[in-house]
């Protein structure tokens, strides 16, 4: 699977993104999809995944209040929106990709085996 991560940008403390992942190789709909996060100096950190079924885990309600991750298996894409954005969400954001017969617990970045090149997210106060 090659993922490819897109639409970081500046953005106000505020404001809203719409990150995407539009993945290519296999089968789309196969895999768990996950975003992670990592900010200067700072570990990589797991964010929402969306399951090849569709359930959904965020990493703390927080981030499920603020951040939504979806998918369009039509289009081999993931996504996650992010409102309310905050200066502490600046980072680069990942998706990531791991095949749904992985029996792992997908809120660490060892779970997945399938990175895109992550995309920047700057907000500023």
């Known amino acids: 699977v090659q993922l490819q991560a897109s639409g970081g940008g500046l953005v106000q403390a505020g404001g809203s993104l719409r990150l995407s992942c539009a993945a290519s190789g296999r089968t789309f709909s196969s895999y768990n999809m996950g975003w992670f996060r990592q900010a200067p100096g700072k570990e990589r950190e797991f964010v929402a995944v969306i399951r090849w079924n569709g359930i959904i885990t965020y990493s703390s309600d927080s981030m499920k209040g603020r951040f939504t991750i979806s998918r369009d298996n039509a289009k081999n894409t993931a996504y996650l929106e992010m409102n309310s954005l905050k200066p502490e969400d600046t980072a680069v954001y990942y998706c990531?990709?791991?095949?749904?017969?992985?029996?792992?617990?997908?809120?660490?970045?060892?779970?997945?085996?399938?990175w895109g090149q992550g995309t920047l997210v700057t907000v500023s106060s």
């Open positions: 990531a990709a791991v095949h749904m017969l992985s029996n792992t617990r997908l809120r660490f970045k060892d779970d997945y085996n399938y």
